[in-house]
């Protein structure tokens, strides 16, 4: 049953993939009903801060780290949220009254804040290890060759290594929401052992 919502999920959210790409490309996201309030942003982002962290680096294990992120990548999701794609009560709380003025401010706000690691440095074989695999797997195709995202892509390098595990697992099941599918596809062919390695190794990355 997980799987066959995962797949209809993805399969209804992928229609609307261009659509909401047009807008976050438009550079703007505006609302014709609301102005960008400039005190808003601060006042959004100490909101998301208690979860996501005060400088955008999160401090708990299973919650995603946005500093550094592309800012396509943190509009887009925001919007998915906002619109009901992707699904998370908080998240959907939180952004049910954000305009479009709103999103686009805070995608910038947090692209532009320094992405720290969040595990400790790993030993050299782990990461070559790591690496590796990143690269057998195609990670780096799409995530760039730093593994910091690029367009609506996500940043993997310094991210929490239990969100990311959580978020390979739910790909692979097919119970995770998918814009576009790639990630459900590709991580098909991850094993358990490779999921572990990867964010391990991801967790550790500058």
């Known amino acids: 049953m997980k799987q066959r919502t995962g797949v209809r999920q993805a399969a209804v959210a992928a229609p609307a993939l261009a659509v909401v790409l047009a807008v976050v490309l438009a550079g703007a996201l505006t609302l014709p009903a609301r102005a960008a309030d400039p005190v808003a942003v601060p006042q959004q982002a100490a909101a998301c801060g208690a979860c996501h962290g005060a400088n ?17 990548f943190i509009t887009t999701q925001l919007v998915m ?21 709103d999103i686009n401010a805070l995608g910038g706000h947090y692209a532009a804040m320094p992405a720290m690691a969040t595990a400790a440095p790993q ?20 995530h760039g060759a730093a593994l910091k995202g690029q367009q609506h892509i996500p940043r993997l390098a310094g991210q929490q ?6 978020q390979l697992q739910g790909f ?7 814009m576009d599918g790639n990630m459900t596809s590709a991580a098909q062919a991850m094993t358990a052992q490779d999921i572990e ?8 990355l500058p």
């Open 81 to 101: 949220f906002r619109e009901g794609r992707r699904l998370n009560p908080v998240m959907a709380a939180l952004t049910a009254n954000m305009s479009n003025a």
């Open 161 to 166: 290594a239990a969100y990311l595990r959580t």
């Open 172 to 178: 692979k099941a097919q119970t995770r929401f998918d």
């Open 123 to 142: 030993s050299d074989d782990h990461q070559k290890a790591g690496r590796a695999r990143a690269e057998a797997l195609n990670c780096v195709q799409c």
């Open 56 to 72: 955008g680096n999160s401090p708990t294990a299973d919650v995603p780290s946005l500093a550094g992120q592309p800012k396509q």
């Open 197 to 204: 390695l990867l964010a391990t190794y991801l967790a550790a």
